[in-house]
T-cell receptor
Framework: EAQVTQNPRYLITVTGKKLTVTCSQN?????MSWYRQDPGLGLRQIYY???????DKGDVPEGYKVSRKEKRNFPLILESPSPNQTSLYFC???????????????FGPGTRLTVL | DAKTTQPNSMESNEEEPVHLPCNHS???????IHWYRQLPSQGPEYVIH???SNVNNRMASLAIAEDRKSSTLILHRATLRDAAVYYC?????????FGAGTRLTVKP
C-alpha cells in the first residue's frame, strides 16, 4: 500500500531534550516536506526537500533541522525543543515535476508533539 | 503566492449535493487549482485539481469559472464521512500554502 508513515505518533518531552520524528514513504517520491499545524494558524511548511541531499527552508524553519540521505526518509530533528514547538506535525511527499503544480501530495497521519 | 478566499464553515444535509466555493481573483495563468480535505484526526488528503476545464473524479467535481477567478468543489451526495475541512489551494510548483479552509458539517 502506498503510504507515508511517521513515528512516533505521539510524543511528550521536556524542554531541551533532542528528538527526531521520522518520516518514510514507499512511493519513490523525490519531493518531501514537513508541516506543522496549530489552531488558528493552519498548516505551515517547515522544510522541504526536492531530492536526496537537497533541502530548503519553508515558512517556519527556526528551531528545526532536516536531512535527506535517502530518497525514502526525511527525518525532522528538534535539537533543543521548546514549548512553542508543541504542535501537530505532518510529513508529505509527492513526485517532483519541476515547474507546474499538477502532482498530488500524500500526507502522513501526523505526530502530536508536546514539549513541557 | 496567489491567495484564496473560502467561507469559514458550511452545513449540508446527508445525501444532498454540496457546493463549496473558492475565490482566487489574483490567480496567474500557470496556477493549478487544487482541493484537499482534512478529516478529523487525519492528515490532509487530495481531492481534485484542475487548470481551466471542469474536472470529475470518483470523489468530487471541480467547476472552474471561465475567467478562473473562482471555482467550486461539488460533492454530489454528501455523506457523514465527508465532514471535514476543505482547502482550496493554488499551485504552480511543488509547494503548497494552506489557508484556513471551509469546515463542512454534514447533518444526518
Amino acid at each position: 500500500e502506498a503510504q507515508v508513515t511517521q513515528n512516533p505518533r505521539y510524543l511528550i518531552t521536556v524542554t531541551g531534550k533532542k528528538l527526531t520524528v521520522t518520516c518514510s514513504q514507499n512511493m519513490n517520491h523525490e519531493y518531501m516536506s514537513w508541516y506543522r499545524q496549530d489552531p488558528g494558524l493552519g498548516l505551515r511548511q517547515i522544510y522541504y526537500s526536492m531530492n536526496v541531499e537537497v533541502t530548503d527552508k519553508g515558512d517556519v524553519p527556526e528551531g528545526y533541522k532536516v536531512s535527506r540521505k535517502e530518497k525514502r526518509n526525511f527525518p525532522l530533528i528538534l535539537e533543543s525543543p521548546s514549548p512553542n514547538q508543541t504542535s501537530l506535525y505532518f510529513c508529505a511527499s509527492s513526485l517532483y515535476r519541476g515547474a507546474g503544480g499538477t502532482n498530488e501530495q500524500f500526507f502522513g497521519p501526523g505526530t502530536r508533539l508536546t514539549v513541557l | 503566492d496567489a491567495k484564496t478566499t473560502q467561507p469559514n464553515s458550511m452545513e449540508s444535509n446527508e445525501e444532498e449535493p454540496v457546493h463549496l466555493p473558492c475565490n482566487h481573483s489574483t490567480i496567474s495563468g500557470t496556477d493549478y487549482i487544487h482541493w484537499y480535505r482534512q478529516l478529523p484526526s487525519q492528515g490532509p488528503e487530495y481531492v481534485i485539481h484542475g487548470l481551466t476545464s471542469n474536472v470529475n473524479n470518483r470523489m468530487a467535481s471541480l467547476a472552474i469559472a471561465e475567467d478562473r477567478k473562482s471555482s467550486t468543489l461539488i460533492l454530489h451526495r454528501a455523506t457523514l464521512r465527508d465532514a471535514a475541512v476543505y482547502y482550496c489551494i493554488l499551485r504552480n510548483n511543488n509547494d503548497m500554502r494552506f489557508g484556513a479552509g471551509t469546515r463542512l458539517t454534514v447533518k444526518p
